[in-house]
């Protein structure tokens, strides 16, 4: 069993930015691939990036890319989302989750955390 809890949303002005980090409790954080996503009321959930477990490969949405970097530290169980040119459009509930390669691309995600409300102000 993980368990994920995420920090470090907020707000801000538009141009900004915020760092968020997942922190796991259980076994073997650096097996798992860590990916981030977000959703807004009405709207189905968004994937946002993900890392696997060595770092070896990240992956981002067309929405996020040049601007948000994921990353992770295994010696400190936790993963990071560096968001960078923050937009109004950004503004969201951000999530992490733990997965694992279950096809080709194909990640499943098995545990996920809370979630931390990032807003952005124009």
């Known amino acids: 069993q993980v368990q994920l809890v995420e920090s470090g949303g907020g707000l801000v002005q538009a141009g900004a930015s915020l760092r968020l980090s997942c922190t796991a409790s259980g076994p073997a954080f650096n097996t798992y691939t860590m990916g981030w996503f977000r959703q807004t009321p009405g709207k189905e959930r968004e994937f946002v990036g993900r890392?696997?477990?060595?770092?070896?490969?990240?992956y981002y949405a067309d929405s996020v890319k040049g601007r948000f970097t994921v990353s992770r530290d295994n010696a400190k169980n936790t993963a990071y989302l560096q968001m960078n040119g923050l937009k109004p459009e950004d503004t969201a509930t951000y999530y992490c989750a733990a997965g694992r390669l279950v096809a080709f691309g194909r990640y499943e995600y098995y545990y996920w955390g809370q979630g931390t409300q990032v807003t952005v102000h124009s």
């Open positions: 890392i696997t477990g060595s770092s070896s490969n990240s």
